[in-house]
């Protein structure tokens, strides 16, 4: 190994300890996806971190428009976006978008987040901790590493830190559509697939869908027969979408809530649906969206009753096509530099790689730290994985620096201005 990667890998494996601090420092943050309060504090805190890499830009995170529980539209607005450059590259060097999110599931409670460290010190568990916020340490310190160690002067690199990935990305995927076409190869810092540290090969595209079901109201005890029950309606749709999981064709359809009604003695006359599907390929996407729009006309032919369908795929499927295989291999190269057996295995999950490989851009994830739990109250970050995860992604940045491309990616025109 080169004297300068080796003084590189051994500077991150000093910074151990201060990633962990980060960690500790960042997950104690609340920063629920529709947390403005929480949302400004955690920007400020990872703004200070990066600055020290280059200067930092806030990017308007603009808004989101859902539909509530009452059948209206919501529009609400969104934390901003982080944005930083880096690299002295000539126009022609290879050019790299690196990205993870600074949102959390967890919506703020009455205390802080209680994030505690095991104490054989092996473990550190709490909201976020490994989604995202072990990511966002692992990008930092392999960015500051490629950035004392280089080569800095023959790669060119953006990152982008949004704040509504955990909504699907709705206000910063217009972002990072139009960061892709700049660069060569993305890198993205969601947690490993397990604690074994599996990258995310193929993932499935997803879609969130809402139905509104309205009906008429009326008393249940005198008048049950001039009523319209929309949550009957809106029951017998939900049961019609869940047998699309037996098409054959690999989708998930999920019947996620069901809304409406309020006192017993009333027909409800309107009643909210709410679906999230998977599926592996566009063609899927087409064909489980045209079944939904059929079913949902035939729920609307019912006497009294209308339903209206909203939402869409927020990502489309994200294969494992050539240019990503031939990125993937790199970085597993790069792995066994560092003595790791690294692997990639299809996933049902969805993350802001699939919006970077719609646009064109080969895209790797999965790249953040090992643990598991994310997304419920056992989440959970194994702490050596932060020093691993930071010197992969700098051997890999060092890599393609000194190498280039791998064979089969095309530059396409494409280059930071």
């Given at each position: 190994?080169?004297?300068?990667?080796?003084?590189?890998?051994?500077?991150?494996?000093?910074?151990?300890?201060?990633?962990?601090?980060?960690?500790?420092?960042?997950?104690?943050?609340?920063?629920?996806?529709?947390?403005?309060?929480?949302l400004v504090t955690m920007h400020r805190a990872v703004?200070?971190?990066?600055?020290?890499?280059?200067?930092?830009?806030?990017?308007?995170?603009?808004?989101?428009?859902?539909?509530?529980?009452?059948?209206?539209?919501?529009t609400t607005p969104l934390g901003d976006a982080i944005?930083?450059?880096?690299?002295?590259?000539?126009?022609?060097?290879?050019?790299?978008?690196?990205?993870?999110?600074?949102?959390?599931?967890?919506?703020?409670?009455?205390?802080?987040?209680?994030?505690?460290?095991?104490?054989?010190?092996?473990?550190?568990?709490?909201?976020?901790?490994?989604?995202?916020?072990?990511?966002?340490?692992?990008?930092?310190?392999?960015?500051?590493?490629?950035?004392?160690?280089?080569?800095?002067?023959?790669?060119?690199?953006?990152?982008?830190?949004?704040?509504?990935?955990?909504?699907?990305?709705?206000?910063?995927?217009?972002?990072?559509?139009?960061?892709?076409?700049?660069?060569?190869?993305?890198?993205?810092?969601?947690?490993?697939?397990?604690?074994?540290?599996?990258?995310?090969?193929?993932?499935?595209?997803?879609?969130?869908?809402?139905?509104?079901?309205?009906?008429?109201?009326?008393?249940?005890?005198?008048?049950?027969?001039?009523?319209?029950?929309?949550?009957?309606?809106?029951?017998?749709?939900?049961?019609?979408?869940?047998?699309?999981?037996?098409?054959?064709?690999?989708?998930?359809?999920?019947?996620?809530?069901?809304?409406?009604?309020?006192?017993?003695?009333?027909?409800?006359?309107?009643?909210?649906?709410?679906?999230?599907?998977?599926?592996?390929?566009?063609?899927?996407?087409?064909?489980?969206?045209?079944?939904?729009?059929?079913?949902?006309?035939?729920?609307?032919?019912?006497?009294?009753?209308?339903?209206?369908?909203?939402?869409?795929?927020?990502?489309?499927?994200?294969?494992?096509?050539?240019?990503?295989?031939?990125?993937?291999?790199?970085?597993?190269?790069?792995?066994?530099?560092?003595?790791?057996?690294?692997?990639?295995?299809?996933?049902?999950?969805?993350?802001?790689?699939?919006?970077?490989?719609?646009?064109?851009?080969?895209?790797?994830?999965?790249?953040?730290?090992?643990?598991?739990?994310?997304?419920?109250?056992?989440?959970?970050?194994?702490?050596?994985?932060?020093?691993?995860?930071?010197?992969?992604?700098?051997?890999?940045?060092?890599?393609?620096?000194?190498?280039?491309?791998?064979?089969?990616?095309?530059?396409?025109?494409?280059?930071?201005?």
């Amino acid at each position: 190994m080169p004297g300068l990667q080796a003084e590189m890998l051994a500077w991150i494996d000093r910074q151990q300890g201060r990633m962990l601090e980060i960690v500790r420092t960042w997950a104690g943050i609340s920063s629920w996806s529709l947390d403005p309060v929480g949302l400004v504090t955690m920007h400020r805190a990872v703004s200070e971190a990066f600055g020290t890499l280059g200067p930092v830009e806030r990017v308007s995170g603009g808004t989101r428009t859902a539909i509530g529980d009452d059948g209206r539209e919501i529009t609400t607005p969104l934390g901003d976006a982080i944005r930083v450059r880096g690299g002295v590259g000539p126009a022609d060097s290879p050019s790299v978008l690196l990205g993870i999110h600074l949102d959390t599931v967890y919506p703020p409670g009455p205390e802080p987040p209680r994030v505690e460290l095991a104490a054989d010190g092996l473990v550190l568990r709490g909201p976020g901790v490994t989604d995202a916020k072990g990511g966002l340490a692992v990008m930092l310190v392999a960015l500051e590493a490629f950035t004392r160690f280089g080569p800095a002067d023959r790669l060119r690199w953006e990152a982008i830190i949004n704040a509504d990935e955990e909504l699907g990305s709705p206000g910063s995927a217009a972002l990072l559509a139009e960061a892709a076409t700049r660069h060569d190869v993305g890198l993205l810092f969601e947690p490993a697939l397990d604690e074994m540290g599996t990258l995310a090969g193929a993932r499935k595209g997803s879609g969130n869908f809402t139905v509104v079901i309205r009906g008429r109201a009326a008393h249940a005890g005198r008048h049950f027969s001039e009523g319209c029950n929309a949550v009957a309606a809106a029951a017998r749709l939900a049961t019609a979408c869940d047998m699309l999981n037996e098409s054959g064709r690999g989708i998930t359809v999920n019947v996620a809530a069901l809304h409406g009604g309020e006192g017993l003695n009333v027909v409800p006359d309107l009643a909210v649906l709410r679906l999230n599907i998977r599926v592996a390929t566009a063609a899927d996407a087409d064909w489980v969206q045209r079944q939904l729009t059929d079913l949902v006309a035939v729920a609307a032919r019912a006497d009294g009753i209308s339903a209206t369908l909203h939402g869409s795929f927020h990502c489309l499927p994200k294969p494992l096509d050539g240019p990503a295989q031939a990125l993937l291999q790199r970085i597993v190269a790069c792995g066994r530099t560092l003595g790791l057996a690294l692997e990639a295995r299809p996933t049902g999950g969805v993350c802001d790689g699939n919006k970077l490989a719609a646009a064109g851009l080969p895209t790797i994830d999965a790249l953040g730290v090992r643990g598991g739990g994310i997304h419920s109250p056992a989440e959970y970050l194994l702490v050596e994985s932060l020093a691993e995860r930071a010197k992969l992604t700098a051997l890999v940045l060092a890599d393609l620096a000194e190498r280039g491309l791998p064979a089969g990616i095309s530059r396409d025109g494409r280059g930071c201005p």
